[in-house]
Structures are given as C-alpha cells and as structure tokens.
C-alpha cells in the first residue's frame, strides 16, 4: 500500500461527568467512535478515583492498549482547564502501538528501558516513544536515557510527567485496566506517516550563574553552598511571606523557573515545591555540580514559546499533513499565563491546528528528544505531530 492510500487518523473525546466511570466511557467512546482503534490515551483530572477511571475506559477502549495519567489540567477542543477526562485515539492502516511499563523503584534507567521495550515490536518506518512518568519520583533524565538505550537514535521520544494539580501529593500512571503510583508507562508507535516534536518555552536567563553544591537529583538542598530556598528566594526578589507561606511561595516559584546550558539552547527546569524544614527546593533533574540560571518570562514570550513549539512540530512533517496533535504543557506555563492567558494560548494552539484535532495535559516536567540522550524539560510546551 503506498502512503497516499494510508488512512490513518486520530480523534479526541471528553467528558467531565463526575462519576469516574461515566466519564472514562464517555471520553474514551466518543474518542474512539466504533472504530478499531491502535492505541488509546486518557488525560484525567486527579478530582476521578483512577482505578474506576483505568478499568471503565480499558473496557470501553476493547482490544486497543490503553495508557494515561493523572495531570495538572487538561486540554481539548480548544481550552484548558481542570475537572475533566481527555481521551486520544489513534488508528488506521500504517499505524500501530505497543505498550509496556517500569517501576522507578526498580531503577529509574531500568524503569525507563522497561518503557520503552515496545519499540521492539514495532515494523512501520517512522518511530516514536511516548513516555508518562510519575512527576514526582525525579530522576527523569535517568528514565530518558534508559529508553534511550532501547530506542537508539533513530527513535524520537516525546512525553509529559503525570501531575496532581500542584498537590504534591501523589500522580498516578495507568496502563491498561489498572492505575500505578511510581511507575513510567510507556506508548511506542510506529507510523507510516512521519512524526514530528516542537519544544518551545519563552524563557530567558536573568542574572549570574550559580552552582548546585547539594543535591539528590530531584531536591536541591544548596546553592552556592547556602541553603537553596533561601537563596533562591533573595535571588528572586520575593515577598517576606514566601520564606515560610506556601501559597505564596508557589506564586512566587512558578513564575521563576530554573536553566541549565544545554547544547541548542538552556532547558527549563520548574521549581515545583520547597520543604520549610530543610529550606530546599523539589526541582526535578537538576544533579549536583550543575551551573544553573534563574529564568523569567511573562505572558507574551511564554506565547512565543508556544508558536515555536508549533513551527518546529510542522517542520518535522516534512510537508506532509498532520492529522493531529498532542500537547504536554508544563503547569509552570499555565501559572504564568493565567486565566485569560491560558485562554489565549489554548486559542492559538487551536487556531494553528485548524481542523485537525489537538489534545493533551498540563505536566510536572516534559520529554522531548529529538537527538542525543538527554530531553528532559520543564515548563516548556512540547508538541507531537502525527503526519
């Protein structure tokens, strides 16, 4: 069959019914429309119980693998917002998906290349690895590189962390009929179609550079050999109430994200909580001895970030037609932007979209790699493009 007699397709379904099962049937069906379907993708609201959540939608899924998680909010249908179910559905002649998960207490590369061991079944000639990790386990660069080692170069891997609205609580990952805690789940698709990434953000470096002279990899403990919350916190010119109130200090830290050099540009790192205790920042990935920037932005060059996510996704079609899009925006993003913000960027994202369906979440952190090993991003607005 040549690629102009492929007919391959994708199409999004919500629901925000407050019953846990009704919503996953509803989202899931709708996504699916009595078609068989390759793989399914649910982005769900941590307001839903996800064990009713992952066994009513693999049911309504049937044959279909089924992967999803919990987020920071959803999008679709050209808004964003919390309190609903997302469901993507991808099918058609010259497409196919497998499935597969790991367990970070295993290891967080282990857990990684367990991911990613779909990737090995897969015949269609471009390739992708769409990875869910919990997002509050760290070590995301350790699961980027264990999927890595399965996929090699060739393989584009692309992906958002699972959220629990700013809670820090908790984020689930659900593969199948069931709902996981600590576990990366995995999504490989093959497409005779190409397959296309953006990564945009709008950050800029303010300041000199520091040294992260403690750290665990996910919690930073000092900085410049001070203690990281309150260094960070002079740097950054806060409010005397964000030393010791939360909610002020999640105002405040979501707004001034963390750089690390990188080549092709600095990757953003979130700062996501801090412990009052031990004066320390959770700031995901970010190991000891690495040189870091404080970041800044505001509404208009987040946007920015946005068109170029888009450009770039496009320009990975090679000119052919997308025939749809999924967005793993950072919560990072969505704080920065506000209400009204968050409506203009979800109306710019459906307005570049088109007629072509585009869905997806609000992350703890983003993949997007499209050379070398390493892809991990944070509030940042990565894009996969279906052609």
């Excluded at 499935?99 to 269609?124: F, K, N, P």
């Excluded at 093959?190 to 000199?208: F, K, L, M, N």
Aim: glycine fraction near 14%.
């Amino acid at each position: 069959m040549s690629d102009s007699e492929v007919q391959r397709w994708m199409s999004v379904g919500t629901s925000d019914d407050p019953r846990p099962d009704a919503a996953a049937e509803q989202a899931v069906a709708h996504a699916i429309a009595g078609r068989p379907a390759a793989l399914v993708m649910i982005f769900v609201s941590p307001s839903y119980d996800m064990h009713e959540v992952a066994s009513s939608a693999a049911r309504a899924a049937g044959d279909a693998p089924l992967v999803g998680c919990s987020t920071s909010g959803e999008i679709a249908e050209g808004r964003g917002g919390s309190g609903r179910i997302v469901a993507v559905a991808l099918g058609g002649d010259g497409l196919e998906a497998h499935t597969s998960m790991g367990l970070i207490a295993d290891g967080a590369s282990e857990a990684g290349g367990a991911a990613a061991q779909g990737l090995l079944a897969l015949t269609q000639p471009h390739r992708a690895l769409i990875l869910l990790p919990d997002g509050l386990a760290g070590e995301q660069v350790s699961v980027v590189r264990g999927a890595y080692a399965v996929g090699g170069a060739a393989v584009k891997l692309v992906g958002g962390c699972a959220g629990d609205e700013l809670q820090m609580a908790g984020t689930w990952q659900i593969l199948g009929d069931r709902a996981y805690t600590g576990a990366v789940v995995g999504a490989a698709i093959g497409s005779a179609g190409p397959i296309g990434i953006g990564v945009g953000h709008g950050w800029q470096r303010v300041g000199e550079p520091m040294v992260v002279t403690e750290s665990d990899g996910a919690q930073i403990f000092k900085i410049d050999d001070q203690p990281a919350l309150d260094y960070y916190l002079k740097l950054t010119n806060s409010s005397p109430e964000a030393y010791s109130d939360p909610l002020a200090w999640q105002g405040h830290a979501l707004e001034r994200p963390l750089g690390l050099p990188r080549p092709g540009g600095d990757e953003v790192r979130a700062v996501l909580g801090a412990d009052f205790e031990s004066r320390s920042l959770f700031c995901g990935d970010v190991p000891q001895g690495s040189m870091i920037w404080v970041m800044e932005g505001n509404a208009e060059s987040v946007l920015r970030g946005t068109e170029d996510a888009f450009d770039q996704a496009i320009e990975g079609l090679e000119g052919a037609t997308a025939l749809g899009y999924v967005a793993f925006d950072c919560a990072a993003r969505r704080n920065i932007l506000g209400d009204d913000g968050l409506a203009v960027e979800t109306a710019r994202l459906a307005q570049r979209a088109g007629e072509v369906p585009l869905a997806g979440f609000y992350t703890y952190g983003e993949v997007a790699r499209r050379s070398g090993s390493r892809g991990v991003h944070s509030a940042t607005l990565v894009l996969l493009a279906l052609g």
